[in-house]
């Protein structure tokens, strides 16, 4: 019996000194060429205008909004300050049991039309439709039956008039160049399908206009942990997929998609948590079953400011979301698992998510029980131990570190002392504690999960903090 656990116990070791060197690499190489191209675009900006003033595509701008009478007012006016010409703004409230369509209407003078709207896509029904002339882009209002945020957005689809779409939440605040550079990928290259932008958090931050007025990092520790979290998501996998087309997830909260391609997939489907990466997923298995030739790039300078939770049950309501909604589109479109068809993609892109994010929860709490086992049973060298992961999480918060400053000197913001040392110390934490929280959080989504399916996961919001 004592043998057969030591060689459990031996194997099972192997085994995650295999995964955590593989991890480690992975985020190495991503971090670096991620922290370099940064860098690379910075230099170049300084010598160069993205884009020519006189020419723009026309974009459809989709708010879907659920009980948002808090920030959606705040959201839209955000909308209207951009520096671009040619877009429209589309808000969906999808059956809201507050005052987000009567607050928005009163906001900006709009009133009801009669407008019918074609559905090329399948989406519940419109209650009423709400217009104004009285802004500098056309402004659109849509109270329809509750049917959940992918419905919400379809609608918003049906409704728009321009080629190309925006989705983004409506507790969210675009900087104000962010269209002309989540743009740009579509006018240097016509096969470009869907363009992701940067989401970046911002609790405590004063924005004035879509421009940063103060950038200060949050004061609540929690939200400050998912700044280095977010810093190190977007900066190191993102750019990385980007190199070889290979972006699986386009945030929800800011994203560029060809109309006439959405809609020949299907849209967004309404029977998943995670309508954003499905339909990513869904534009790389559509593309290449059907011979197009298509690209799904990353505008690492296109910006989206964002409120995330800063209570802990808020951010596991989230997070169990997010995972269900990933296990839901790895599974819907598992054809794609080892598949030569889908070549970089299937080999890279899909068992990076399969491994170290859709298996990782489970795996590293499985590590801690074969831990504590081994320990019961004598047979594990606890100095050693510690050591180990001591210098995998100074390895971990160098690479957080790393891209967190190297976002901030590149967006041309700056912080405080306080808040540098804060990050510091706060790094270790964020990889340690809050990540196996978070792991255990999404081991457990399975329970319930069918009663929440078109939930849209309620957390507590504050009105934007727009100067």
Request: aromatic fraction near 14%.
């Amino acid at each position: 019996m004592y043998d057969g656990i030591k060689l459990f116990l031996t194997i099972v070791g192997y085994f995650f000194i295999a995964y955590l060197i593989g991890y480690s690499t992975f985020l190495f190489l991503s971090v670096i060429v991620g922290s370099l191209d940064l860098y690379k675009r910075n230099r170049q900006e300084k010598f160069k205008s993205i884009l020519p003033t006189d020419y723009y595509l026309p974009i459809s701008i989709i708010v879907p909004a659920h009980n948002e009478e808090i920030t959606v007012v705040d959201t839209v006016r955000s909308l209207l300050a951009l520096d671009y010409h040619s877009y429209e703004i589309i808000v969906v409230d999808d059956g809201s049991s507050d005052a987000t369509s009567e607050v928005l209407a009163e906001a900006f003078d709009m009133h009801v039309v009669h407008r019918p709207i074609r559905r090329r896509i399948e989406c519940r029904r419109e209650e009423r439709v709400y217009e104004t002339s009285a802004q500098k882009v056309p402004l659109t209002l849509i109270r329809k039956e509750n049917g959940g945020k992918a419905d919400a957005l379809n609608m918003g689809i049906n409704a728009s008039t321009f080629p190309y779409f925006i989705c983004m939440d409506a507790d969210s605040v675009l900087q104000y160049d962010s269209l002309r550079r989540i743009a740009q990928p579509v006018l240097e290259d016509g096969k470009v399908v869907a363009v992701g932008g940067i989401v970046r958090i911002s609790n405590d931050v004063e924005l004035e206009n879509g421009r940063v007025k103060r950038y200060r990092l949050p004061r609540s520790i929690l939200a400050f942990m998912q700044v280095l979290e977010y810093d190190r998501s977007f900066l190191a996998s993102r750019i990385l997929f980007d190199r070889f087309n290979g972006s699986l997830i386009i945030s929800g909260a800011f994203g560029l998609f060809k109309k006439d391609t959405v809609i020949a997939v299907g849209g967004y489907d309404n029977k998943t948590m995670g309508e954003d990466m499905e339909l990513v997923v869904k534009l790389h298995e559509y593309c290449t079953i059907n011979g197009i030739d298509y690209a799904i790039r990353y505008a690492t300078d296109a910006i989206c400011w964002t409120q995330v939770p800063e209570r802990l049950r808020d951010l596991c309501k989230q997070r169990k979301r997010w995972y269900l909604g990933l296990f839901q589109s790895m599974y819907k479109h598992r054809i794609m698992f080892c598949n030569y068809r889908f070549g970089a993609v299937s080999y890279v892109s899909y068992l990076y998510f399969l491994i170290y994010e859709l298996l990782s929860p489970f795996i590293e709490v499985f590590g801690v029980f074969t831990m504590v086992l081994a320990w019961w049973c004598d047979l594990i060298n606890v100095p050693f131990m510690l050591l180990f992961f001591l210098i995998y999480a100074v390895f971990g918060g160098v690479l957080t570190l790393t891209a967190f400053f190297s976002r901030i000197y590149t967006a041309d913001l700056s912080v405080s002392f306080r808040d540098g040392m804060k990050a510091v110390c706060l790094c270790l934490f964020e990889l340690e504690l809050l990540r196996f929280i978070l792991a255990w959080v999404r081991c457990t989504a399975f329970v319930g999960y069918k009663k929440e399916k078109l939930n849209w996961g309620r957390i507590e919001r504050r009105k934007i903090d727009l100067k």
